[in-house]
């Protein structure tokens, strides 16, 4: 719009923006600035920083010096795509089960689509070792019987094997809740002009879905790239992230080097996401003007029917052997070199419940309150973004996502740095304070909450909004009483995402928690899994976390299920012209 | 100068270097029904979007009662839109959806309820008072979406192709409806359209809109009989355009010489003709000229010819239909008479 | 503002700058235990709780805080919350309070330690200036899964020169040391027990048998437990805790081993010093002794009468003087070279695993294959891989050089950048990288000659 390109900037603030839309950015900016921007950026100028003072580059070219750094490099690349591969190939038919077909097992797959991500990743990996490890279940019982070993947890195979075990869910939360947005319409006149099954699929519902698929693959990418947990827990320390917590940790943090990888992992997954971006230039598919008509779900042939069974049943078993892992270490005495524990006791819940019962009821608190901020906050950018005009909305969206981009490691460090000289009433630091923890949560996980916002608003076609503006609602009254309760399915997936990563989060927990009675659950069970005895009250840990998240999760679900069901779509919508 | 109702004053609107509407003035009265008329793509609905209130114009004014709104946000403008697709919130029954409005405007409760039943009662809809959108009918949500708009009594009622989403036997009815409901409010109001026999049948006035620009207005009547350009003269309805000369008062094209009945500056000029202009001549001795049936289209009522003269020029033309009277054959021959005093030059 | 520094080496060199902090008056010293008390420390839970227990059963009315970071992050902990810091740092290493102490950060109690021998194993028991105090004392050893070993029909070993043997390979897990103070005093041990040379030798040619170099302390002995190997290289208290919770796994020292007291101290500038003075005190009662005897903890007391209650075959150093005297541990020596071993072993063990662990499989195979069909030729080349395979790119001499083993202390602004760290370190990568591949090349002709 060249005429308001060449307003000065103020004037194009006064046309184009209300009080009530500054106000609003500005709250989330000077958010996103004090507890990210700011931290992030104070542990980031060590990067750069020579050890005179001053900007230097030469430790930037020490990292490409240096072929340990180069290798570690590649080898986080080619783990990150081939996690997305692989998680693709679990969730998308799972996905497409979901939501294209009336099938029995559709809730079981919603639930347990879910389950993977209320586990902590490093828990997971655990697990996964005591299954499938080299002496786990799976390799003791195949040695017994064909003397054959599977090293699915050898190395880089085994971060790829638990990664995309542990992050197919991003995959297929997106891709189905964007599968069930697409208008009814659009397939029917797919039908209409011949194509059916899979060309159907092909042609129509897999594009219009493709922009669902790419956020939750580039989601995944990212995670996969910046996680530290399951590499080191797998004992793989050639990747970056792994290279970076050690240096930062053994090294020291007055090492520029860890810096340097931070920076390098940053520009990666900044570079990732941007990739998916612009991918999806172009493909906002708003298809429906009431907010998504939904994909007809049919009838399965029987053979469609076993087929998915055939694929539903393994897949299923495969996420949830790091669960039953974890439920076979809570209860087992003695578990060492044999496919089952000798002995089975409750001793390891009751030692937990009688020592620790805040674990469970910090997480709840904590990651509830990040979770609603994250909401809130996911909310108002995603609609200052997509539907205002105000000068530096992208950037506020750019700011917002770049959370996902910063290792929690980094974040934590930087807030500890910037925060840790305020003090509370009391005589606490803020920065290791559970109001802090919060904070640093809902920072780590608003990406989540942000994308799911978006995903939703997108979906809500703008003449509902701008029917009531018509009517005379304000901008708030707008978005309160019209956007949020039509995303309000959206934002309950955007509520469990956050709620169930932040419950399971672990590496800015580590940095920031410094005392057991302000600790989370995933704190509890790290501690509880630092013992030489037996990692029995750390596993019950675990499952409780579990089944405390997963319960949750199901709450939301049930009433995301309830909202969709009170727009219930029997009579079609018109197209739109 | 102010008619009161909308005044639209140079107003030029885009997007980054897409033009939508280029320098567009014109002026409805209070209690008018004016049409906006044009094919897609001609910036009608834009410009609809500016009177409510979605864009800031880049240049010029809109004043809606003679009060600039130009920088006034949609939510203070007091102007009803009603959406192309309805836009009812899916979340909310009828009534609530009706009540919002009111709700906005701080009417108490009591007040609030009466008036929703009042805007339901006028479209006939009162006893779904409870339902959600998705249980209704398309023409039921038609009306919900007016009732919406109603209810708050907006200074100026805006229709964005109100009809364009329903049967094509609700049509008429709904079309005779809305203008009905507007003459009893004496509502200034607007209809996007690009259907001319909606235009025709529903406004006092109308202007004709293509690409960006407004090409004509007038009554329907004016802009039928005396289009201002072949753009006006093709959209509205048949049109038969000659290019040609003036000379003296006589149009000459082909075969064809006219002596026009008004003055018409000499030199090129094409002639409009509309169908009704040419009257058939079935036995030999009545006609002027003499042409060969190309086409025939029985419509029903009248049976649509095209023509061809000996000097090929290809005229449409349409005859009303009579029991006893066979259209005739494609092939055959006939002769044509036109009508001076239904021609217009362009 | 001051740098992050957690490395230990950082630390020291900059907590001359840190400068004394002032002491609180305290008006009434003698009073009343505070109601809390706030430790930092690097024990697991299984340690902590049990201590923790029986004080505050002692102690009723002050609550215990518990605090876990690792060594050194605690350190950078107490270093960063000088003007609210905890009250206690409870750790193993001697040298994170040594860094401490001469960073002015602990306070010196007034702490009875009658009844405490100055010496065990050689080693001093407590700070002479009286900062820190050993409650504990651990040494090193090998911790093996008896059920591994016989499904796999391996013998049991017994010194670190067994674990060089070829049947042991990919049997056998430690922990970088980089990542666990405990390993990186077995690793010194051994190279000070050893010699330089035939220490790196001898660890080389074990991280041959390496199933795993894991990055947590506790991955050695949960990997030993549940079997996902059968050896690890662990401090004693893993194995004998694990052993004493009923895990199928023993627990040998091996002669070259030492034993380092676990310590406490009083933070300077405590805010609750009654209470922290009490619990270092308690630690070292008698009844604070015999909680070291708790199967979750299962570690040496430092009161000889306390092992009277200690389980059968419970090593005992009081009654064995073998124990840990075989090695003279010298803290000058360690702390010179810290970061430089610990790098070292990162470049040539820990990142290279896979490569070098080939190397030995190719070098073992040849051997096998010259047992059969001895000839010089094949000798020739695999002393020649063999030679490739036990030899370090850095000298003794080099490891204490100031000039080489400074580069790994953190950057100060007086040091010129040259010789920076990851230069060595890129170096010793490509050393590694390069004498491994020819090794595995090397053998493999051995194998082929005839």
């Known amino acids: 719009m060249s005429a308001t390109a060449s307003r000065p900037w103020g004037a194009r603030l006064r046309i184009e923006a209300s009080a009530s839309q500054v106000a609003a950015a500005a709250i989330v900016a000077a958010f996103l600035l004090a507890f990210l921007v700011v931290p992030v950026g104070r542990v980031f100028l060590t990067a750069f920083a020579a050890a005179e003072g001053g900007f230097t580059l030469v430790h930037f070219a020490d990292f490409f010096r240096t072929s340990l750094f180069i290798e570690s490099f590649w080898n986080s690349l080619y783990v990150a795509g081939m996690s997305v591969i692989f998680a693709s190939l679990l969730a998308v038919p799972l996905a497409v089960i979901l939501a294209r077909y009336r099938f029995p097992g559709s809730a079981l797959i919603a639930v347990l689509g879910v389950l993977p991500l209320v586990m902590p990743p490093f828990v997971g990996a655990v697990a996964m070792q005591l299954i499938f490890g080299r002496n786990g279940t799976v390799n003791l019982l195949l040695m017994d019987w064909f003397d054959v070993r599977l090293d699915l947890m050898e190395g880089l195979n085994g971060v790829i094997f638990v990664q995309s075990l542990h992050y197919f869910p991003f995959i297929l939360m997106n891709l189905s809740a964007s599968l069930s947005n697409i208008d009814v319409s659009m397939e029917e006149a797919g039908q209409n002009l011949g194509a059916r099954g899979a060309t159907l699929l092909r042609t129509i519902v897999l594009p219009l879905a493709l922009p669902g698929y790419l956020a939750g693959a580039s989601l995944v990418f990212v995670k996969v790239f910046d996680d530290l947990a399951t590499p080191l827990l797998l004992n793989v320390t050639n990747m970056l992230a792994p290279q970076a917590y050690l240096r930062v940790t053994s090294v020291g943090l007055g090492d520029p080097m860890g810096y340097v990888i931070s920076v390098i992992l940053v520009v990666v997954s900044v570079a990732a996401m941007a990739a998916s971006a612009l991918l999806l230039r172009g493909r906002d598919y708003a298809t429906s003007q009431r907010g998504g008509g939904g994909l007809s779900q049919r009838r399965m042939t029987p053979a469609g029917r076993i087929m998915a069974w055939c694929f539903v049943v393994p897949a299923l078993l495969l996420v949830l052997a790091p669960h039953a892992g974890i439920l076979l270490l809570s209860l087992a005495t003695i578990w060492s070199f044999s496919p089952l524990p000798d002995g089975f006791t409750l001793a390891h819940y009751a030692t937990v419940l009688r020592e620790t019962p805040q674990f469970l009821t910090n997480t709840l608190l904590f990651c509830g309150i990040a979770a609603f901020i994250d909401v809130v906050l996911g909310v108002v950018i995603a609609w200052l973004v997509h539907r205002t005009r105000l000068p530096g909305r992208a950037l506020l969206d750019l700011v917002a996502m770049s959370a996902l981009a910063v290792p929690g490691l980094v974040l934590g460090i930087g807030i500890l740095r910037t925060y840790f000289d305020v003090h509370l009433p009391g005589g606490d630091s803020l920065a290791t304070s559970w109001i802090m923890l919060t904070i640093v949560l809902a920072v780590r996980r608003l990406p989540y909450a942000l994308r799911a916002a978006t995903a939703a608003l997108r979906q809500v076609h703008r003449s509902l909004e701008e029917a009531a503006e018509n009517l005379g609602a304000g901008s708030a009254t707008t978005l309160a009483r019209i956007v949020v309760p039509l995303m309000a399915g959206g934002l309950a997936a955007a509520f469990v995402t956050s709620f169930a990563t932040a419950a399971v989060e672990l590496s800015a927990t580590l940095v920031l928690v410094t005392r057991d009675v302000d600790a989370p659950l995933s704190y509890g069970i790290y501690i509880y899994m630092q013992s030489a005895a037996g990692r029995g009250p750390g596993a019950a840990l675990g499952v409780i976390a579990v089944v405390v998240v997963a319960i949750c999760t199901w709450a939301a679900h049930a009433f995301a299920e309830r909202e969709r069901r009170r727009r219930s779509r029997t009579v079609e919508p018109r197209g739109a012209a | ?346 | ?450």
């Open chain 2, 1 to 346: 100068m102010s008619a009161q109702g909308v005044d639209v004053e140079g107003v030029s609107f885009g997007y980054g270097a897409t033009r939508v509407l280029e320098d567009v003035s014109l002026s409805i009265r209070k209690g008018e029904f004016f049409a906006f008329l044009g094919p897609s793509g001609s910036g009608k609905t834009t410009l609809l979007r500016l009177i409510a209130g979605f864009g800031t114009p880049d240049r010029g004014r809109i004043l809606i009662g003679g009060r600039d709104m130009t920088r006034t946000p949609p939510w203070s403008r007091n102007v009803g839109l009603v959406f192309q697709n309805y836009a009812l919130w899916p979340h909310m029954t009828v009534a609530q959806n009706v009540a919002f409005g009111l709700e906005r405007r701080r009417v108490p409760r009591a007040e609030r309820d009466r008036r929703v039943r009042a805007a339901l009662d006028m479209v006939g809809l009162a006893h779904l008072i409870d339902r959600r959108p998705a249980q209704l009918s398309g023409g039921q949500q038609q009306r919900v979406a007016i009732a919406r708009t109603l209810a708050i009594e907006p200074e100026v009622l805006l229709l964005d192709e109100p009809l364009s989403n329903l049967d094509a036997a609700l049509r008429a009815g709904v079309r005779q409806e809305l203008v009905e409901l507007q003459r009893r409010l004496g509502l200034t109001t607007i209809l996007v359209t690009h259907d001319q026999e909606e235009a025709n049948a529903a406004a006092d006035r109308m202007a004709v809109l293509d690409g960006g620009r407004v090409l004509q207005m007038g009554t329907p009547t004016e802009l039928y009989d005396r289009p201002a350009n072949r753009f006006v003269a093709s959209f509205l309805g048949t049109a038969n355009l000659i290019d040609g000369t003036v000379e003296g008062g006589v149009f000459r094209a082909g075969g064809i010489t006219l002596a026009l009945r008004e003055p018409a500056t000499p030199g090129r000029a094409t002639l409009a003709l509309r169908p009704q202009a040419i009257r058939l001549h079935r036995d030999a001795s009545g006609g002027a000229l003499a042409a060969r049936v190309l086409r025939t289209e029985f419509l029903g009522g009248h049976v649509r010819y095209t023509l061809e003269l000996q000097e090929g020029q290809q005229l449409t033309t349409e005859e009303v239909h009579l029991r006893g009277r066979d259209p005739l054959a494609p092939g055959g021959g006939v002769q044509l008479e036109i009508d001076p005093q239904q021609v217009s030059i362009l």
């Open chain 3, 1 to 450: 503002m001051p740098q992050p520094l957690t490395s230990r080496r950082a630390l020291l060199a900059a907590g001359g700058t840190a400068g004394l902090l002032q002491a609180r008056t305290r008006a009434f010293a003698q009073a009343a235990l505070e109601p809390r008390v706030v430790v930092v420390t690097s024990f697991s839970r299984d340690v902590t709780t049990p201590f923790v227990q029986a004080f505050e059963r002692a102690n009723p009315g002050t609550k215990v805080e518990i605090q876990n970071r690792n060594t050194a992050a605690a350190v950078a902990f107490i270093r960063e919350t000088r003007s609210s810091p905890p009250d206690l740092m409870w750790a193993s290493a001697p040298d994170a309070f040594e860094v401490l102490k001469q960073g002015n950060l602990l306070a010196q109690p007034r702490i009875d330690t009658a009844g405490i021998p100055e010496r065990i194993g050689g080693q001093p028991t407590n700070d002479p200036d009286g900062r820190y105090f050993g409650f504990a004392v651990s040494g090193y050893g090998i911790m093996y899964n008896t059920r591994y070993l016989r499904a796999n029909r391996l013998p049991e070993p017994k010194e670190w020169a067994d674990l060089t043997r070829p049947v042991y390979q990919g049997h056998v897990g430690i922990s970088a040391p980089s990542r666990s103070g405990t390993t990186h005093l077995t690793i010194e041990t051994i190279l000070q027990g050893e010699g330089w040379e035939k220490g790196w030798a001898q660890l080389l040619e074990m991280a041959g048998n390496f199933a795993q170099v894991s990055d947590r302390s506790f991955g050695v002995p949960d990997a030993v437990n549940s079997g996902q190997y059968g050896i690890g290289i662990v401090i004693d208290f893993f194995g004998l805790s694990a052993k004493a919770s009923g895990f199928p796994v023993e627990f040998v020292y091996p002669t070259v081993t030492t034993l380092v007291p676990a310590n406490i101290g009083m933070v300077e500038g405590a805010r609750n010093p009654e209470a922290a003075r009490a619990f270092i005190q308690f630690l070292l009662s008698p009844a604070g002794q015999q909680v070291l005897l708790d199967p979750k903890v299962m570690r040496l007391p430092v009161r000889q009468e306390t092992y009277a209650n200690a389980p059968a075959g419970f090593p005992n150093p009081f009654t064995n003087p073998s124990l840990g005297a075989r090695v003279r541990f010298n803290n000058d020596v360690s702390e010179v070279r810290y970061e430089l071993v610990n790098s070292l072993f990162d470049r040539v063990i820990t990142f290279r695993l896979r490569e070098l662990t080939d190397a030995w499989k190719a070098v073992r195979a040849a051997e096998t294959a010259l047992g059969r069909r001895d000839n010089a030729e094949g000798r020739r080349l695999l002393n020649e891989a063999r030679a490739k395979l036990t030899t370090v790119p850095v000298t003794e001499a080099q490891a204490a050089d100031p000039a080489i083993a400074g580069a790994f202390r953190a950057t100060r602004p007086d040091r010129p950048a040259a010789g920076r760290q990851a230069q060595f370190e890129e170096e010793w990568d490509r050393h590694a990288v390069a004498a491994y591949a020819e090794a595995k090349r090397l053998a493999e002709q051995a194998q082929r000659a005839r």
